[in-house]
């Protein structure tokens, strides 16, 4: 199963530069990097990263993560996956810009 991390393009160019990331400041906040499913993904978008522009979508294969991955409930009873190690580069299965159009994150095709 595919997990996915949106980043905000500094955030994305550092892991690609050192090859792992501690995430986001709310990620070093809360103690783990937050992901969302395919399912959860347009809404995490839309909640946290409203209006932004150049933003990447990291897709990450969750079974290879084994226990550092952990399904907790959070935004409105729903769980999800939160990674409770660095994340790095070679854990990222594909990655892509996620364009905003008309206000809205255009995710890709093959999430689905």
């Known amino acids: 199963m595919l997990i996915y991390k949106i980043f905000r393009a500094p955030e994305w160019q550092h892991l690609a530069e050192t090859g792992q990331t501690d995430g986001a400041p709310i990620d070093l906040a809360d103690g783990y990097i937050h992901f969302s499913t395919a399912t959860q993904a347009e809404e995490t978008a839309a909640k946290h990263f409203a209006g932004a522009e150049g933003l990447i ?24 996956p ?9 854990d990222v299965t594909w990655h892509e810009d996620l364009p905003l159009v008309d206000g809205a994150h255009v995710f890709p095709d093959r999430m689905s």
């Open 57 to 80: 979508l990291a897709a990450v294969d969750a079974a290879p993560l084994g226990d550092d991955l952990k399904w907790e409930v959070s935004r409105g009873g729903a769980e999800f």
């Open 82 to 90: 939160h990674l409770y190690r660095p994340l790095r580069l070679e």
